[in-house]
């Protein structure tokens, strides 16, 4: 076929989340896997000082943009979304988040009990998981468990709030408020100073 350029790997990408939320179905410790897409873009803000991560690798966004190709409405994200108190309200709330869940990681690993084995989406929402951790780890090791539960609830909540704007807007609407690049952005920016 002549003139169809040839797709580079990245581009490709969007399969890892597939691959990661389905590994994590089954076994909940590959929820750490993750954290690569929490360090490795403020990586590129702060060594590169640019988001081409977001903008170029972003497994997440790239799975938007495949499924909002057929599933999408294509509406105009509002501006609200994209807004600053917006933005940097939704990250003080995702810290918020990530902070409670490294909060009751701790509790686990000083011996609190009642904590583990349950996704919660959307923060709230308790899905029972108890086939994905069947505690081999041991009780010494259980906060690596609660960390994954926890990782994967927030990992599992952010995708399914992208999916419904991806279904009501623009395929990557998400990427308007990601908290990921909300701080990548504002890394970026101080670093431009």
Known sequence: MAGMAKKKWYEYLWIWSIVYFSLGFFNILFAWLGMIDFIVPLLFAIFAGNKHFCNRYCGRGQLFSVLGAKLSCGKVTPRALSSKWFRFGFLAFFLTMFGSMVAQTYLVARGARSLRQAIKLFWTIKVPWKWAYTGFLGENWAWVAQFSYGFYSLMLTSTLIGLIVMV??????WC??????????????????
Do not use: L
């Not at 308007?176 to 100073?193: D, E, N, V, Y």
């Open 168 to 173: 009501f807007y623009r395929p990557r609407s």
């Open 176 to 193: 308007t408020f990601c908290p990921m690049g909300t701080m990548t952005q504002s890394i970026c920016k101080i670093k431009a100073r």
